[in-house]
């Protein structure tokens, strides 16, 4: 397609505390190859200067700029900007990561050619903060993808069988997030939450690429998993596994759930939410049949 046929991608930019990054991040954007961009950035009000580094990188760029005057988290904050997007493709881009030249083209070429596929992703490169390389997401992946099973298509029971996407990589379809009346303002997270539910309306689609990279940084809100004082976080992972129980639509899948939830149980009680331990170990006791030979302790939390 000539430049004046190709489709409108919205990339919603969002950052808190990103400051080291910011500079690197929208350059990356700046550079895509596609030309069809609209950028939105919400600063989740940064204590840090954010918010100068971002008005001085989009200065003279046609760039909504949203300031939030208090913290509101990542999913209100994304919901804010994709209220203003015009986008058939949305990207929700943190500003700590890195896209490759190419990946918008690519991703809109993938998403153009294949009507039901919704979600679009890739490979990654995780980098540190310095931006040297660490690893590849799918480390097998040097020279062919032929012998990685990647899953595609219905992705539901294997989203709950394991973390295996990496958000980083994903461009979605507006239908699929106007579909779920975007992202859940009650999680601390959204990727799990957003995984689960879209993969119930549409299909998933691999792209055998590295398109952006993911930075490690342990202040980062994907470094804040399993760790003392997030409270959130682990409410947040139980309420979407309660979703997922009504989503489920046959054995293999609620097999899978049970998994999880042993998998998350056993993560709660290590930093003693007893309570959201509770709350599991409640689903379980209906549901797997292997409860009656889970350890005493149960019975105490019970």
């Known amino acids: 397609m000539d430049d004046s046929e190709q489709v409108l991608v919205s990339v919603i930019a969002t950052s808190y505390n990103h400051a080291p990054f910011i500079k690197e991040a929208l350059e990356s954007v700046f550079a895509q190859s596609y030309p069809a961009i609209e950028i939105i950035v919400v600063d989740d009000a940064s204590t840090d200067n954010s918010c100068t580094i971002i008005e001085q990188c989009i200065e003279g760029r046609n760039i909504q700029f949203i300031k939030n005057e208090l ?14 997007v015009k986008g058939k493709y949305i990207i929700d881009f943190a500003l700590d ?23 679009c992703f890739s490979n990654v490169d995780l980098v540190d903060e310095r931006t040297t390389l660490i690893k590849t997401h799918y480390p097998s992946f040097h020279h062919s993808l032929s012998k990685l099973q990647i899953p595609e298509g219905d992705v539901f029971e294997a989203l709950l069988s ?24 009650s999680l601390a997270y959204e990727d799990f939450d957003f995984w689960i539910r879209s993969s119930r309306i549409t299909q998933y689609g691999y792209l055998a690429e590295i398109l952006s990279a993911k930075r490690i940084v342990s202040t980062s809100l994907s470094g804040l998993f399993y760790k003392e004082n997030q409270k959130h976080m682990f409410e947040s992972t139980l309420k979407v596994c309660k979703k997922a129980w009504w989503l489920c639509k046959t054995e293999n899948e609620k097999r899978a759930l049970m998994h999880r939830c042993r998998y998350e149980a056993k993560q709660a009680y290590r930093f003693k939410y007893t309570f959201v331990v ?14 009656p030979l889970y350890n005493p302790i149960v019975q105490i939390i019970l």
Do not use: H, W
Not at 104 to 111: D, G, N, Y
Not at 163 to 185: H, K, W
């Open 71 to 84: 913290n509101i988290g990542n999913c209100k904050s994304f919901n804010k900007a994709f209220a203003e």
């Open 97 to 119: 990561d890195i896209m490759y030249p190419e990946r918008i083209k690519k991703q809109v070429a993938f998403l153009e050619e294949r009507n039901l596929v919704g979600v």
């Open 162 to 185: 394991r973390y295996y996407i990496n958000p980083v990589s994903m461009m979605f379809r507006r239908t699929v997030i106007e579909a779920l009346n975007g992202y859940d303002e």
């Open 278 to 291: 509770k709350e599991y170990l409640n689903i379980l006791k209906n549901t797997d049949p292997l409860f």
